[in-house]
């Protein structure tokens, strides 16, 4: 089965501190994604990963960078967070097919 | 970005009644994917299609490729408590390349004891 891990289940954090949410797969697979989640506004993309080193934005790249140093992590940073990025950030995996595997998700809250 | 378009938002059965769901889009799609997602958890990848007109089963739930690629279907049988939860369509449309995936909004799914 694949195996998709994401460092915290919660995180609260304060405006303007930095934050790192980190994402950790175990099946080779070589695309990663960043999502987040908020009631009446779906799953949205924020940034992908096709390789090492390699990235793209998604929908909604704004107030997020990341990084993918190794084949099996993808870490998403919120440089200086604020009270909007309150969401549920997923991270997911896929190899070379449509099928997406998800972790279990961190729920973040900025105060 | 692009959504699909899923319906019914919500439904509210009762323990043993049958659940159908569908979603629909403007663009083709050459995959179809059904997802389930419990309260605090991430999706769980439910079903896969691939094939126009595609039949496929994964126990009591069963999901259909559109003849037209641009719809697709999602039905359980016989539900059981379990099977609350928020149920997500996805696919990548072939004008965004194979990897991205747009959503549906969700159809939540309540049964009544």
């Known amino acids: 089965d694949v195996k998709v891990t994401q460092s915290s289940r919660y995180l609260v954090k304060r405006t303007g501190e930095k934050v790192f949410l980190e994402c950790v797969q175990d099946?080779?697979?070589?695309?990663m994604f960043w999502y987040r989640q908020d009631p009446g506004l779906g799953l949205r993309l924020i940034y992908f990963?096709?390789?090492?080193?390699?990235?793209e934005k998604g929908d909604i790249p704004e107030g997020y960078s990341v990084s993918r140093e190794k084949k099996e992590r993808f870490s998403l940073i919120l440089e200086s967070a604020s009270t909007n990025q309150t969401s549920m950030y997923l991270c997911?995996?896929?190899?070379?097919?449509?099928?997406?595997?998800f972790g279990p998700g961190t729920r973040l809250t900025v105060l | 970005g692009q959504q699909l378009n899923q319906s019914p938002q919500s439904m509210f059965i009762q323990e043993g009644e049958d659940v159908s769901m569908n979603c629909t889009s403007s663009s083709i799609f050459n995959t179809w994917l059904w997802y389930k997602q419990d309260p605090g958890e991430g999706p769980v990848l439910l079903i896969a299609l691939y094939k126009a007109g595609e039949l496929t089963s994964n126990g009591r739930l069963t999901a259909q490729f559109g003849i037209t690629r641009k719809d697709s279907f999602l039905n359980i049988s016989a539900s059981i408590p379990s099977d609350v939860g928020i149920y997500f369509c996805?696919?990548?449309?072939?004008?965004?390349?194979?990897?991205?995936?747009?959503f549906g909004q969700g159809t939540r799914l309540t049964i009544n004891p």
């Open positions: 997911a995996s896929s190899l070379d097919r449509a099928e997406q595997f």
């Open positions: 099946m080779d697979h070589e695309n």
């Open positions: 996805a696919g990548p449309p072939l004008i965004q390349g194979a990897q991205k995936l747009v």
């Open positions: 990963s096709y390789d090492v080193k390699m990235k």
